[in-house]
């Protein structure tokens, strides 16, 4: 980040990416520094992010985001093709040590140089199984369950599976977008509806007509 010289603009498909940039910014002399010049020299850069949750917090540490509207990594990717040149300078894209290749890899295609920086890891939350097994023998067998990304369905489906027992056909599951509906397809697990659009209201959109045909 202090090097904006170096990049042509930047990249974020996430979220955490975010919170670990706000992170590293909230050190005195890095905030001093960001504000001072660096969040100026960035500006005019082009920051890509793929949905609003993250758009906002982009907004958060003063720079505007574009693309937000896209979604997923696919259409995000489609997006910065059709405004970058093979000859641009980088972009510089902080991710998760579980990011997908498929933005990487689109761009790669076009020739359009990334640069990826792992800036955050995902793992199992310590109180899972617990926070799972205490919803379930206060609360029963869910009528819907969300997922709202492939490590979602990697940490918690197992127990879900395990808690549910002979009632998981029961459960309607929903996932926020196409790559965690894959991931849901891939352990066998009938997908009821994907989100048009990763928000709330699409996702509510989605789910209420197979909850209102079981009459949950």
């Known amino acids: 980040l202090s090097q904006p010289e ?5 990249v974020f498909t996430s979220p955490r990416a975010l919170e670990a940039i706000k992170i590293c910014l909230k050190e005195n002399s890095k905030n001093e520094a960001w504000l001072k010049s660096l969040e100026q020299r ?3 850069k082009p920051v890509y992010v793929v949905g609003k949750a993250t758009a906002s917090l982009v907004e958060e540490i003063g720079l505007t985001p574009q693309g937000e509207k896209s979604g ?27 990011k997908r290749e498929v933005l990487p890899t689109a761009l790669r295609e076009k020739g359009i140089p990334l640069e990826s920086v792992t800036v955050y890891q995902t793992t199992q939350h310590t109180d899972l199984p617990e926070s799972l097994s205490s919803y379930f023998s206060q609360q029963g067998i869910p009528a819907s369950v969300v ?11 197992q127990h879900i599976q395990k808690l549910s027992g002979d009632f998981l056909n029961r459960i309607k599951f929903a996932a926020i977008g196409p790559t965690t509906a894959e991931a849901l397809e891939a352990a066998g697990i009938p997908v ?3 989100a048009e659009s990763p928000t709330p209201q699409h996702l509510a959109a989605g ?6 045909a079981q009459n949950c």
């Open 192 to 194: 009821t509806c994907t």
């Open 147 to 157: 997922f709202f990304s492939p490590s979602g369905v990697k940490f918690c489906l």
């Open 42 to 44: 960035w500006k005019p």
């Open 72 to 98: 997923n990594a696919e259409k995000l990717a489609e997006y910065i093709c059709s405004r970058e040149k093979p000859s641009s300078s980088a972009l510089l894209f902080p991710c998760g040590a579980l």
């Open 207 to 212: 789910i209420q007509p197979a909850l209102r």
């Open 6 to 10: 170096r990049y042509g603009g930047l």
